[in-house]
């Protein structure tokens, strides 16, 4: 073991009863059915917290996606001060990560469950639970610094849905993960992932109606001196890279880099690519956004 670094973390099981009482993401949020997307052919675990659930690999130590509710109508605005990140006593401390992962160095614990969008509830108390929640390892993975610190335009696409698209009393279910792919760099036992997802739902008009997102992160991770340089991208199914981007994608790609079944959502994309161009090869209808004005949809967004 290098000694510069943090030990382990030991599980502390008399915490577990803490967290017996979650009731997880809701797959009735929106009035009807979204279940949590499978991942078939993968051994995973369930693990539910306040508002949300995250679907964790075992073998990648990361959610292999996170699913959450988010109630625009009872968000409320807690302090995160004094809240430390804690490993899940329902989880062996080998099947997901710790500080060890994140010690000097310029990689960042990135919530994947947005911190700001699951701290709602109907008392303050609710809101103070969730907010603890969203600081499980569980719900962390690695990311470049200047990467995390720059997502201004990926984090507030929740925000901006919810204000100018989402029916039923501001309702919108995000589900947000990893994109793994064999060009991750490895790095203290941990694949680093070079791309995340992003599919919202939410009610339009009474229907179901999802869209999704993918930002990259690989330049950033090109400039960690202690971080493997990622494999080379070069098989013509890559957008160009420059600083991260984000990109509105057809629901499809993602399921196709995946391996996640989001047929459901893919049936009710709202990127009008999508349905125009069904055939069309993984990754070439991508639409760079520079702000959330920029999406593309089959439908006309409430003004603000």
């Given at each position: 073991m290098d000694a510069t670094l943090p030990a382990p973390q030991a599980v502390l099981t008399a915490t577990t009863a803490s967290l017996a009482d979650r009731e997880g993401f809701d797959e009735q949020f929106l009035g009807v059915p979204v279940p949590v997307p499978s991942l078939a052919g993968v051994d995973t675990v369930l693990l539910p917290y306040t508002h949300f659930s995250v679907l964790m690999r075992p073998d990648k130590r990361l959610?292999?996606?996170?699913?959450?509710?988010?109630?625009?109508?009872?968000?409320?605005?807690?302090?995160?001060?004094?809240?430390?990140?804690?490993?899940?006593?329902?989880?062996?401390?080998?099947?997901?990560?710790?500080?060890?992962?994140?010690?000097?160095?310029?990689?960042?614990?990135?919530h994947l469950v947005r911190r700001a969008s699951a701290v709602w509830g109907d008392t303050r108390a609710e809101a103070a639970t969730a907010n603890e929640d969203t600081f499980h390892y569980t719900n962390a993975a690695p990311q470049a610094a200047?990467?995390?610190?720059?997502?201004?335009?990926?984090?507030?696409?929740?925000?901006?849905?919810?204000?100018?698209?989402?029916?039923?009393?501001?309702?919108?279910?995000?589900?947000t993960g990893p994109m793994f792919s064999d060009l991750d760099p490895m790095y203290r036992g941990v694949e680093i992932p070079l791309r995340y997802l992003k599919v919202a739902v939410f009610l339009q008009e009474g229907t179901l109606a999802a869209t999704g997102y993918v930002v990259d992160q690989t330049p950033q991770l090109a400039d960690l001196p202690d971080v493997p340089r990622p494999g080379a991208v070069d098989d013509g199914d890559a957008p160009p890279l420059g600083p991260f981007r984000t990109f509105q994608v057809p629901?499809?790609?993602?399921?196709?880099?995946?391996?996640?079944?989001?047929?459901?959502?893919?049936?009710?994309?709202?990127?009008?690519?999508?349905?125009?161009?069904?055939?069309?090869?993984?990754?070439?209808?991508?639409r760079e956004l520079s702000s959330p004005e920029c999406l593309d949809l089959d439908f006309d967004l409430r003004a603000s």
């Open positions: 959610a292999a996606i996170t699913a959450l509710g988010i109630d625009g109508a009872k968000l409320m605005d807690l302090d995160r001060s004094g809240i430390d990140w804690r490993l899940d006593p329902r989880l062996p401390e080998d099947q997901q990560t710790g500080e060890r992962v994140y010690a000097r160095n310029d990689i960042d614990r990135g200047k990467f995390n610190q720059g997502l201004e335009l990926w984090l507030g696409l929740e925000s901006y849905l919810l204000e100018n698209a989402a029916d039923n009393g501001r309702r919108l279910i995000v589900f629901i499809r790609d993602i399921a196709a880099l995946t391996g996640l079944d989001l047929g459901q959502l893919v049936a009710v994309d709202r990127m009008p690519i999508a349905a125009a161009l069904p055939s069309a090869r993984v990754t070439s209808a991508w």
